[in-house]
Nanobody
Framework: QVQPVESGGGLVHAGGSLRLSCAASGSIFSISTVGWHRQAPGKQRELVAAITSGDNTNYAGSVKGRFTISRDNAKNTVYLQMNNLQPEDAAVYYC??????????WGQGTQVTVSS
């Protein structure tokens, strides 16, 4: 089983926070990059944040300063801390895991809802 598993989504008011978790399969040294993407109804899926095996990070401009991506190698888990959530952040959030040997795997997604 190589499909990652997301958790941590939910309903928050604007200004609130959530922490998403992505549990990946396999040894951490086999993973090149883990990314968080989101997709809202009627919109294309977009990259939110990504982290490499060397702990380089990348963020969408719309979330810089509010979201933080991090990794716990011992647990093969990547987190996305989301602060000051806004209605525009509401979407299904997907974890994407890219392996060095090839293959990209998506989780089932976790719903984030933000009320005004």
């Amino acid at each position: 089983q190589v499909q990652p598993v997301e958790s941590g989504g939910g309903l928050v008011h604007a200004g609130g926070s959530l922490r998403l978790s992505c549990a990946a399969s396999g040894s951490i040294f086999s993973i090149s990059t883990v990314g968080w993407h989101r997709q809202a109804p009627g919109k294309q899926r977009e990259l939110v944040a990504a982290i490499t095996s060397g702990d380089n990070t990348n963020y969408a401009g719309s979330v810089k300063g509010r979201f933080t991506i991090s990794r716990d190698n011992a647990k093969n888990t990547v987190y996305l801390q989301m602060n000051n959530l806004q209605p525009e952040d509401a979407a299904v959030y997907y974890c994407n895991v890219v392996y060095y040997r090839g293959g990209t795997y998506w989780g089932q997604g976790t719903q984030v809802t933000v009320s005004s």
